[in-house]
């Protein structure tokens, strides 16, 4: 829950992950100086001593009420991801950086296990699964990652009321991805896309993503209607 001062004000930034966190936080660090309520380092300790069940950057939005008083947070806001872009980018950090996925399995394995689990383990994997309507404030300014970060600064220079600091949101976290986007490990069955648009229905409508909203790269000629052509365009099956 990155909190960041603009003069005698609050402002809340709801960090969700797989969303370009880190990129913004430190953009934020730049202009507006030191953040509360972010350990990068959280997952480094060992599990006893952790004081919280999730790093403290990707606080749901449940504990942020209990937490902060109504009325000190000036505005907040988030930046967003089509829900399948999230998964797929949360299932290849947690294989080639966490190393928590199962030797050999499958985003739809590791799908299956983590709806299996959510309900006794709902922290599991620092939130990077969770909808991201459980993090973010029903009044929160949501910027789509798809549209890129330019709209955040310009947000922020609105808040600021002026256009002090760094004029762009550098990439931070960049690695080379041991797995390609088109590895058999990366790509869901019909049953685990159906289950991804009844897991995060909520986030396709609030944020504005459509079921059919298939990421560029896999995109066919004809864009398919509703999550029957979602299935088909990224199955290879039609009709």
């Known amino acids: 829950m990155p909190i960041f001062r603009i003069g005698d004000r609050l ?17 934020l660090e730049k202009r507006f100086g030191a953040l509360a309520f972010v350990n990068s380092r959280f997952l480094s300790d060992p599990e006893p ?18 937490l902060i008083p109504e009325g000190w947070i000036a ?15 949360a299932f290849q950090f947690q294989v080639e950086v966490e190393k928590t996925v199962a030797p050999l399995w499958s985003i ?3 799908f299956d296990d983590w709806l299996k689990r959510r309900e006794a383990e709902p922290f599991l994997y620092d939130n ?16 789509r990652m798809e549209d890129g970060l330019a709209p955040v600064v310009a947000h922020l220079d609105r808040l600021a009321g002026n256009k002090d600091g760094p004029r762009e949101i550098a990439a931070e976290n960049v690695r080379k ?11 869901p069955s019909a049953e685990t896309l159906a ?23 896999k995109a066919p ?13 990224l199955t290879g099956r039609r009709g």
Do not use: N
């Open 11 to 27: 402002h809340y930034y709801a960090h969700v992950p797989k969303c370009a966190g880190t990129s913004v936080e430190h953009y």
């Open 49 to 66: 001593s952790r004081w919280t069940k999730s790093s403290p950057q990707h606080l749901p939005l449940d504990a942020f009420h209990k």
């Open 75 to 89: 505005s907040s806001f988030a930046v967003v991801r089509h829900p399948l872009k999230r998964l797929t980018s």
């Open 108 to 110: 739809d394995e590791w």
């Open 128 to 143: 990077h699964l969770r909808p991201m309507a459980d993090l973010v404030p029903a009044d929160a300014a949501a910027f």
């Open 177 to 187: 991805k041991a797995m390609s986007k088109d590895d058999p490990r990366m790509t």
């Open 195 to 217: 289950r991804v648009a009844e897991t995060y229905a909520e986030d396709f409508a609030r944020f504005g993503y459509a079921i059919d909203q298939i990421p560029k790269s």
């Open 221 to 233: 000629a004809a864009k398919p209607a509703g999550l029957k052509g979602l299935v088909g365009a």
